[in-house]
């Protein structure tokens, strides 16, 4: 029938409007390297050759950010179509550190994942600034396909779930193990099972 979108069609033109929404891979790794040298206390004002030297010198000493480049590679990649080697990535990053960032999820430039351990899945979008510790998965719950939106900022600490399609607002924090259903405002802490709001 002329004008129909078949269901096929309407997937892979969500899948490519996922993939336009991916930060640049040079932009994202820079933008990952500076902050996670900000956070581990050493130079964040690099350029040039330093530049390449401060990348290579965080993929040896920190799993975590490793798995980022290999997640930022993927992203890249499943956005040029390239066939296969997205996958070889993901099992990179899952290899070296435990990370497992699904395909749907957009993460901007510049967010610290502290040490590894971690699972986004679902159609989420983590901002940037926002720091994600150990053992920490955001994502779905039963029949809902739409994940979380963690904010500027934002702060997940060890442990928590953030899970549904909430929103983190920009600066709040997550208190360790805490279980997030509902939403948290901007500069807000959340604590607890199930999280409840606790100070901003």
Avoid: C
């Amino acid at each position: 029938m002329v004008g129909t979108v078949t269901a096929d069609e309407s997937a892979k033109a969500f899948r490519r409007g996922i993939r336009a929404r991916h930060p640049r891979f040079r932009e994202a790794i820079v933008a990952d390297a500076k902050i996670t040298a900000a956070f581990r206390g050493e130079q964040v004002e690099f350029g040039g050759l330093r530049t390449i030297w401060q990348i290579l010198r965080l993929i040896v000493v920190s799993d975590s950010y490793f798995a980022q480049v290999a997640y930022r590679a993927k992203a890249r990649m499943q956005a040029l179509r390239i066939p296969f080697l997205p996958r070889v990535a993901h099992w990179i990053a899952m290899v070296t550190a435990q990370v497992s960032i699904g395909d749907p999820v957009v993460v901007q430039p510049g967010v610290y994942i502290v040490h590894g351990q971690v699972t986004i899945d679902g159609i989420t979008e983590v901002h940037s600034g926002a720091v994600i510790a150990p053992w920490v998965s955001v994502g779905l719950v039963a029949g809902n396909f739409i994940g979380p939106t963690i904010g500027p900022k934002a702060y997940i600490g060890t442990g928590a779930r953030v899970l549904g399609s909430v929103r983190i607002g920009k600066g709040a924090r997550v208190g360790a193990n805490a279980v997030v259903l509902r939403d948290v405002p901007d500069g807000a802490t959340a604590v607890g099972v199930p999280a409840r709001i606790v100070g901003s």
